[in-house]
């Protein structure tokens, strides 16, 4: 089970880490990512990440903005979203991805429900 938090009203340049705590099983050997849906769009992917932290993906809106981590001790990663703007408006999901290969960006097994990040302008 993932559950994802963190999400919030905010305004354009503000700053919020979203954290996605996972139970039910230990995650340490998944690829973790986080995914986005704005209202009548498609869930794209924001971020991944592997097992041990040291390769990342980054969707090519978010980069230079977000950073993705995680902690396996913990079992729980995080989405650091500095300056924000109103077009990160969205439903923010954590999901897992059972490893198979180093394709970080999918499909993915498991999804937490989803967070709202609303960015005013």
């Known amino acids: 089970q993932l559950q994802a938090s963190g999400g919030g009203l905010v305004q354009a340049g503000d700053s919020l880490r979203l954290t996605c705590a996972a139970s039910?099983?230990?995650?340490?050997?998944?690829?973790m990512g986080w995914f986005r849906q704005a209202p009548g769009k498609e869930r794209d992917i924001v971020a991944a990440i592997n097992w041990s932290g040291k390769t990342t993906y980054y969707a090519d809106s978010v980069k230079g903005r977000f950073t993705i981590s995680r902690d396996n001790a913990k079992n729980t990663q995080y989405l650091q979203m500095n300056s924000l703007k109103p077009e990160d408006t969205a439903v923010y999901y954590c999901?897992?991805?059972?490893?198979?290969?180093?394709?970080?960006?999918?499909?993915?097994?498991?999804w937490g429900q989803g967070t709202q990040v609303t960015v005013s302008s």
């Open positions: 999901a897992a991805r059972i490893y198979r290969d180093s394709v970080l960006t999918g499909p993915y097994d498991y």
């Open positions: 039910g099983r230990a995650f340490v050997n998944y690829i």
